[in-house]
C-alpha cells in the first residue's frame, strides 16, 4: 500500500507559492493597466497628477464607483446580479437631499445611517424576491430598476435638491481631505477593507462563493443558501444608499437623472476586475481596481485628446477584453491542473 | 438506547407528483455495521437516501436515528444530527480549493471567527494521508477527475465524524487501489463502532466489504439477510424478481468493410500514436485502467477534443478535427460517460432530448413543434424499452438506466454507421446492463459499428469482438475475442504502469 503514497502534494515552498499567486493574480494586471494609464496621461499632461485637483479628483471620482462596485461583487459572486443600484443611489441621494430640507439641523451620521438603511431596505426586497421567488436575479433587479427610478421621479417630480438645501459642513466632505486623501474615498476604503476582510476570512463569505461556484451542491451541503443570498442583497442595497449619501455630498444637486445606468457601470467595474459573471470566484480588490480604471480611463481620454465617442468604446473594449482574457486563463489553468494530475499518476 | 439500532426506516414511502419512487423502504442499520444496500436502478435505493439525508421529506413511514424519532427538513439538520452522505454524483464547488470544499460551512476557525487556514490545510492533508493519496489541499476543485472527485467526497463524509456513513456508489469511478484503501478507512468506522450503509452494483464489493445486504425493488423492501447467509445468485434474483438472463448475449454479427479507420492519432500529454479500425457489425471494447485515455480518445475522434497529429477517416473519407458537427454528419454518433453532464438535457423532456440533435430535419418552415419531436422520438424511446410515463417527462426525474436509454435514442435517430460508447452501464443495475447489452448487440447485428470503452472487463470480453487495451495513452495489446483472457487484458493494461491497479471484475453473471 505504500506505493499509492506518490509524491509530497506541496512541493513548492511558500514563498515561491505567494510569489506564483501574485503573478497570475488578475489584481495586479488590473492594477498595472491603471497604472499605466496614470502614467501616460500624465506624461501628457502634468496637471493631470501633479495639480492638486488633479491627485484629489484622481481618488476622488472613483469613490462612488468603488461603492457600487464592492456591492455588486459581492452579489455577482453568488451567482446573482443587482441592475437596481443606479435607482436605489438616485432614490436615497434625494432622500438624503429631502432629509436636510424637512429636518434642517439633524445630524450628518444620522442621515448617512438614515441612507444606507433605505438602500438596505430597498436591497432587501430585491433580495427576498430572488431569493424566495425563485426568479433570476436579472429578472427581478430589471424590475426594481424601473419601479425604484419610477418612485424617485414620482416623488421628486421636477422638484431637485440643489447644495443651499444642504448644510455646509455635509458639502465640506465632498472636498475635504485627510492627508491628502479625499474623506469621500476613506469611506470607500474602509467599506473595501471591511467587505474584503469578511469574503476571505469568515465562513458566511466562503459560502457566498460556494454558493455562486454550485448553488446545487450548497443546498446539498446544508449551507443556507436562501439567508446568504438575502443578505448579499442587503449589503449591495445598503452600499448603494451609502453611495446616494455621498452623491449628494460630492455633487451638491440631486436631479432624477442621479446614478443614471450606474449599475452596469458597477457590473463593468467588476468583470474588468476579475470578477466571474456565473460568481464563485473573484475578489473585492479587484472590483475596485476595476472601479478606478473605468473611472480614470474616461477621465484620461479627454486629456489624450480622444474623442467621446472613442471614450464608451474604450470601455466596452476594456470589458470584452477582460472576459476574453478570463476564458484564456482559465482554460491554461485548467490544462495545468489537468497536466499536473497526469504528472502526478505517472510518478 | 445503546441497544436501539442506528439508523430505523420502516414502511417510508416518497411520491413526487404522480411517479411513486419510493412505496415502503425499509432499513435497520446496526451500529459497528457496514450495510449493503442493493436493488435495480428505479428499486428506491437513492430517494431513501436522500431522505436520510434530509434532501427530500418522506410521506409516510418510521425514521429513527439512534432510537429518536427524527424529521430532517434540510440537509443541515441531518449533518448536525451526525449523517454523512456520498452522493452518486460528486457535488463540489468547482472554483474553490479542494480543502474548502471538504470544510465548506464548518471552518476550523481560529480568534475573532476568522477562518484558520493553516489548521484547516493541515487537516485536509492529514484526511489525504489516511485516504493514502496525494492531492494538493490548495489547489482548486476544478479539473480533477471524478475519482479525484470522488476522493475528495470521501474525504469530507469521514471529516464530518458521523456516526451514521451512507455510501452512494462511491466505487463507480475509483481505481483497485483507491477502493481497498476507502474499504479498509470504511472497516476501521465501522471497529469505531459507527454505522455504515454502502449502495453499489458490484456484487463482489459488497460482499467482500459488508456483513449485512437488505435488498430492494420497485421502491419497496425485499429482504435482508446476514452476508454469510446468502449468494449472489439469491440476491440477484431478488432484486429482479426473475432469473437473470444471460448478462452479455452478444450474437455473432457478420463483419463487413472498415468503417472508422484511426491513423497515427496523438495528442500531447494525452495519448500517442493511436491506430485502429472499426468494421461494421463489430463491437471493438477499448479496454484498460482509468485514466489511461480511452475516453480521451474517444472524444478526439468524435472531434469534441482536438488533437496534435494523425487522421480519422469514415468509409475512406477523412473527418475534420475538433467539429463535432462534422462527425455526426459522417455517420458518429457519442454516447459519452458522464450522461447527466454531456449527454442530457436533464431539464428537457424526453421527446425533446431525443429529437435533439435530428432538429434540423424536423423543422417545418423553420419551426419545430412538440408533436414533431414527439413523432421523431416516439419510435425510438418505444423501442428501447424507455420506461417513462410520457415523453414530454424530463430526463432529470429517470432512472440512470433510462436516462441512458434516452442518450441512445437520441443517437440512433441520427441512423449513425459508428457508434462510439463510453462506459455504456456505468452506474446501470444488472438488468438494464442486459437490455443495454441486448441492444447492443442488436445494433451490430444490423450492421452497426460500435466502438466500447468499457472499465468492467466482463463486459469487455463478453461483448467485444476485438479488444484494444490502452495503457498511459497507447494501445499496447489487440486481441480477438478468443485471445482475449483477462489475464492477458490485465497484463497489457498494467504493461509500463509502476503502481499497482486494476480493472474492475464483476461478479455478476
Redesign the interface.
Known amino acids: 500500500?505504500s506505493?499509492?503514497?506518490?509524491?509530497?502534494?506541496?512541493a513548492v515552498s511558500p514563498t515561491q507559492?505567494v510569489v506564483g499567486g501574485l503573478l497570475r493574480s488578475r489584481e495586479i494586471a488590473v492594477g498595472a493597466v491603471l497604472v499605466l494609464v496614470v502614467v501616460l496621461t500624465t506624461i501628457k499632461n502634468p496637471n493631470f497628477l501633479f495639480s492638486s485637483d488633479g491627485w484629489r479628483d484622481l481618488l476622488l471620482s472613483p469613490s462612488l464607483l468603488l461603492l457600487l462596485a464592492v456591492g455588486q461583487t459581492v452579489v455577482i459572486i453568488t451567482r446573482n446580479v443587482d441592475l437596481s443600484v443606479g435607482s436605489i443611489l438616485g432614490l436615497t441621494a434625494y432622500f438624503t437631499g429631502k432629509l436636510f430640507v424637512d429636518h434642517p439641523g439633524l445630524p450628518i451620521w444620522v442621515v448617512f445611517l438614515a441612507g444606507t438603511a433605505m438602500g438596505a431596505l430597498l436591497g432587501l426586497v430585491n433580495g427576498a424576491l430572488v431569493a424566495f421567488g425563485k426568479v433570476p436575479a436579472l429578472v427581478i433587479t430589471l424590475g426594481t430598476l424601473y419601479i425604484y427610478r419610477g418612485i424617485f421621479l414620482s416623488w421628486a417630480g421636477s422638484d431637485r435638491i440643489n447644495a443651499g438645501d444642504m448644510p455646509s459642513d455635509f458639502l465640506a466632505l465632498g472636498t475635504k481631505t485627510i492627508l491628502t486623501i479625499p474623506v469621500l474615498t476613506i469611506i470607500g476604503f474602509v467599506v473595501l477593507a471591511a467587505v474584503g476582510y469578511y469574503l476571505y476570512?469568515?465562513?458566511g463569505g466562503?459560502?457566498l462563493?460556494?454558493i455562486?461556484?454550485?448553488p446545487?451542491?450548497?443546498?446539498?451541503?446544508?449551507?443556507?443558501t436562501r439567508t446568504r443570498v438575502l443578505s448579499a442583497f442587503v449589503l449591495c442595497g445598503a452600499l448603494a444608499g451609502l453611495a446616494g449619501v455621498v452623491y449628494a455630498a460630492r455633487y451638491g444637486t440631486v436631479s432624477s437623472g442621479a446614478g443614471y445606468g450606474m449599475e452596469l457601470q458597477a457590473v463593468g467595474a467588476a468583470v474588468i476586475g476579475g470578477v466571474?459573471i456565473f460568481g464563485?470566484?473573484g475578489t473585492v480588490w479587484g472590483a475596485a481596481i476595476g472601479a478606478f480604471l473605468l473611472v480614470t480611463i474616461n477621465r484620461a481620454l479627454p486629456v489624450v485628446g480622444i474623442s467621446d465617442f472613442w471614450q464608451r468604446a474604450v470601455v466596452g473594449a476594456l470589458i470584452i477584453a477582460a472576459i476574453v482574457l478570463d476564458r484564456v486563463f482559465s482554460a491554461r489553468?485548467?490544462r495545468r491542473?489537468?497536466?499536473?494530475?497526469?504528472e502526478?499518476?505517472?510518478s | 438506547m445503546t441497544d436501539s439500532p442506528a439508523l430505523v426506516l420502516r414502511d417510508v414511502a416518497k411520491s413526487f407528483g404522480a411517479v411513486v419512487a419510493l412505496r415502503s423502504g425499509s432499513l435497520e442499520v446496526e451500529p459497528g455495521s457496514i450495510h449493503a444496500l442493493v436493488g435495480e436502478n428505479g428499486a428506491g435505493k437513492s430517494t431513501l437516501v436522500k431522505i436520510v439525508a434530509g434532501v427530500h421529506r418522506r410521506d409516510a413511514g418510521t425514521f429513527q436515528l439512534h432510537g429518536t424519532d427524527v424529521d430532517f427538513g434540510s440537509t443541515a439538520e441531518s449533518k448536525a444530527a451526525g449523517v454523512a452522505v456520498i452522493y452518486q454524483e460528486p457535488t463540489l464547488f468547482p472554483d474553490l480549493s479542494v480543502t474548502e470544499n471538504i470544510f465548506m460551512g464548518r471552518q476550523p476557525l481560529g480568534r475573532g471567527r476568522r477562518i484558520d487556514r493553516a489548521a484547516m490545510y493541515a487537516e485536509a492533508e492529514q484526511l489525504f494521508n489516511r485516504l493514502g493519496v496525494a492531492i494538493d489541499p490548495r489547489r482548486p476543485a476544478k479539473g480533477l477527475s471524478i475519482a479525484d472527485q470522488q476522493i475528495i467526497e470521501i474525504a469530507k463524509a469521514i471529516s464530518l465524524d458521523a456516526s451514521v456513513l451512507i455510501m452512494d456508489e462511491p466505487t463507480a469511478a475509483l481505481s483497485g487501489v483507491e477502493v481497498e484503501r476507502l474499504f479498509a478507512v470504511a472497516r476501521s468506522l465501522r471497529d469505531e463502532g459507527r454505522a455504515l450503509v454502502f449502495i453499489s452494483h458490484r456484487f463482489d464489493e459488497v460482499f467482500e466489504l459488508c456483513d449485512t445486504v437488505t435488498v430492494m425493488r420497485d421502491g419497496d423492501y425485499v429482504s435482508t439477510d446476514a452476508i454469510a447467509d446468502t449468494s449472489v445468485d439469491r440476491i440477484v434474483s431478488r432484486m429482479v424478481g426473475r432469473e437473470v438472463a444471460e448478462l452479455f448475449p452478444k450474437t455473432t454479427a457478420e463483419i463487413g468493410d472498415v468503417v472508422l479507420e484511426v491513423d497515427g492519432l496523438s495528442s500531447l500529454g494525452t495519448f500517442h500514436d493511436v491506430s485502429f479500425t472499426v468494421r461494421s457489425g463489430e463491437i471493438v471494447g477499448l479496454a484498460g485502467l482509468v485514466g489511461a485515455g480511452r475516453s480521451e480518445i474517444a472524444r478526439a475522434v468524435f472531434g469534441v477534443d482536438t488533437y496534435d497529429t494523425g487522421s480519422v477517416r469514415m468509409s475512406g473519407k477523412s473527418v475534420a478535427a475538433h467539429k463535432p458537427r462534422a462527425a455526426i454528419r459522417a455517420g458518429i454518433a457519442f454516447v459519452p460517460e458522464d450522461r447527466r453532464k454531456q449527454g442530457l438535457v436533464t431539464d428537457a423532456s424526453v421527446a425533446r432530448n431525443v429529437a435533439a440533435v435530428i432538429r434540423r430535419g424536423l423543422t417545418h418552415a423553420g419551426l419545430l413543434t412538440n408533436r414533431d419531436e414527439n413523432r421523431a422520438a416516439g419510435p425510438w424511446a418505444g423501442r428501447l424499452e424507455v420506461k417513462t410515463s410520457a415523453l414530454d417527462m424530463t430526463a432529470a426525474t429517470m432512472s440512470g438506466g433510462n436516462q441512458q436509454k434516452v442518450v441512445l435514442a437520441k443517437w440512433l435517430a441520427t441512423e449513425p454507421r459508428l457508434l462510439i460508447i463510453d462506459e455504456p452501464t456505468r452506474g446501470i443495475d444488472v438488468g438494464t446492463k442486459a437490455e443495454v447489452h441486448r441492444l447492443l448487440s442488436d445494433l451490430a447485428g444490423q450492421g452497426l459499428a460500435i466502438l466500447m470503452i468499457s472499465s468492467e472487463l466482463p463486459e469487455v470480453l463478453g461483448m467485444a469482438d476485438r479488444v484494444l487495451v490502452v495503457c498511459e495513452g497507447r494501445i499496447t495489446a489487440e486481441l480477438s475475442r478468443d485471445e482475449a483472457t483477462p489475464e492477458r487484458v490485465m497484463h497489457a493494461a498494467t504493461a509500463n504502469v509502476t503502481h499497482t491497479g486494476e480493472l474492475h471484475q464483476e461478479a455478476t453473471a
Open positions: 500500500m506505493d499509492t503514497l506518490l509524491v509530497e502534494p506541496s507559492r476570512t469568515a465562513r466562503r459560502e462563493y460556494a455562486g461556484s454550485d446545487d451542491a450548497a443546498v446539498l451541503y446544508g449551507l443556507p466571474a464563485g470566484s489553468e485548467e491542473l489537468v497536466a499536473a494530475r497526469d502526478m499518476r505517472k
